[in-house]
């Protein structure tokens, strides 16, 4: 029986890159193996296998980039919510929730 290492082996690819198809195209890797062998018979093959990883690795980037700005504006909020009176800035006044009045 032929096994996921052999497919993988097979594909010219290494298991990352077979990996990264995968779920970028949200197939099995075994699957993934041999859509890499396909796309690296084709004459623009190896741009598409190239723009997949590359999405994989902007959708990671972006991921990371959403969790520290909602982090940055949980510590941001709650530093302008705990000292109002030195915050005079309206754009701020207005994320943290302060009234203008005050």
């Not at 093959?45 to 982090?71: F, K, P, T, Y």
Request: some cysteine.
């Amino acid at each position: 029986m032929i096994s996921l290492e052999d497919c993988i082996a097979f594909s010219g690819l290494d298991e990352d890159e077979v990996a990264a198809i995968g779920e970028h195209e949200h197939i099995p890797d075994i699957a993934a193996t041999a859509l890499a062998n396909y796309l690296l018979k084709q004459p623009h093959g190896g741009d598409a296998i190239r723009e997949m990883i590359v999405d994989d690795i902007h959708q990671a980037l972006d991921a990371v980039m959403s969790d520290m700005q909602r982090n940055c504006s949980w510590h941001c909020a709650t530093f302008l919510i705990s000292t109002p009176k030195r915050v005079l800035d309206p754009m701020h006044r207005l994320i943290a929730g302060i009234p203008f009045d005050s």
